[in-house]
């Protein structure tokens, strides 16, 4: 369940001119997301848990799909069709909140500051961090319950906070004021970096990196799930035990503790820990001439690039061809070589 969320829905919908029915779906759909805006529950829940009718409720996420609230993917599970996907729109749902929540606060200056929707607006969004924009890749998996979340969950709508009735008692792993949420960390690690060592606990050590990483860097649970998405796309080094050929030795992986390191984070911010291969120029006069020379004399390469565009070749049957044909393909096997020679280069010097 994500708090924030439900905080957005109740702050910013109604003020936005929702129709109430579609506010309560809202509602639901917040109550079984991540903080991401994923969730799944079926439309035969969300109609029983709100009082509505299935047909009223398919209309209504109709009309929030058709306003940018929501998004919709089907899913299957086998031969047979699952509930939906649904993606709410995390930053339309948290501006509108936003906005309305600032009215509110100028036309009432003895508006309390200290509801927690408004500290959790205040952290950095973790796609300022994020590379990828789209939230489905974060690594957020259904239930093995059958694709009903209300079947597993462990929370309770009726926990957040009512008027008149006394805020429940703080958890004890969030005591610190950087409200770091330790299981939520460890989690999100394990959940997103499987190929990493796993954790069976947090040392004093580990909680102090933790809290320096989270004070120096503004860290969010947002922003570390984020940093942990980047790595696992874009630092696969990390993620493997590699063996260098030039010294016999192997690059050994990572582990949590290397990850709450400030020279770790800051790293993979600056993409100095990338290892994706970067785009390679191709030098045309090299290209041609290597045409000549590999494909037109069928003498032996001379280097990476060579070896992977003359296998290509003869893969392709270049020799075969007209020079015309043959030359036009060249532009796209050479392309490709020099692609998977910049990719073994960066491996091995990983």
């Keep these: ?5 439900s905080a957005f829905v109740w702050d910013g919908c109604a003020a936005a001119g929702m129709k109430i029915t579609s506010v309560a779906i809202m509602a639901r759909l917040a109550d079984f997301s991540n903080d991401e805006g994923v969730c799944w529950p079926s439309v035969a829940t969300i109609a029983r848990q709100i009082g509505a009718g299935p047909s009223t409720v398919r209309t209504a996420l109709g009309k ?4 940018g609230w929501i998004s919709r993917t089907a899913r299957r599970k086998g031969n047979r069709n699952g509930s939906n996907l649904y993606q709410i729109n995390v930053k339309k749902l948290r501006d509108v909140a ?3 929540l600032s009215e509110s606060d100028t036309s009432n200056p003895d508006t309390s500051k200290s509801d927690a929707s408004e500290s959790d607006r205040s952290k950095s969004d973790a796609s300022n961090f994020d590379p990828s924009e789209n939230p489905s890749a974060a690594g957020f998996h259904p239930p093995e319950s059958g694709g009903d979340p209300s ?3 462990k929370h309770d709508p009726s926990d957040k906070k009512t008027v008149g009735r006394p805020a429940a008692p703080a958890d004890k792993q969030q005591a610190d004021s950087l409200k770091i949420d330790y299981q939520a960390v460890l989690a999100g690690y394990h959940e997103t970096l499987p190929e990493m060592p796993k954790v069976i606990g947090l040392t004093d050590k580990r909680r102090t990196r933790l809290n320096g990483l989270w004070k120096k860097f503004d860290f969010t649970q947002e922003r570390w799930m984020s940093y942990l998405r980047f790595i696992a796309k874009n630092c696969r080094w990390m993620l493997e035990d590699r063996p260098d050929s030039n010294t016999g030795k192997t690059w050994r992986k990572k582990n949590f503790d290397y990850l709450i390191t400030e020279d770790c984070y800051i790293a993979v911010k600056e993409e100095r820990a990338n290892d994706l291969p970067k785009v390679a120029q191709v030098n045309h006069a090299e ?10 004399q069928a003498r032996k390469p001379q280097n990476a690039v060579e070896e992977f565009a003359k296998a290509a070749a003869s893969k392709a049957g270049l020799g075969r061809m007209n020079e015309v044909m043959a030359r036009s393909a060249w532009k796209s096997i050479w392309s490709e070589s020099v692609q998977k020679a910049s990719a073994k280069e960066m491996q091995r010097s990983a």
């Design 98 to 100: 936003m906005f309305h």
């Design 287 to 296: 290209r041609d001439e290597a045409f000549s020379r590999l494909v037109s």
């Design 64 to 67: 929030l799909e058709q306003d």
């Design 151 to 153: 079947v597993t969950s």
């Design 1 to 5: 369940m994500s708090v924030k969320l």
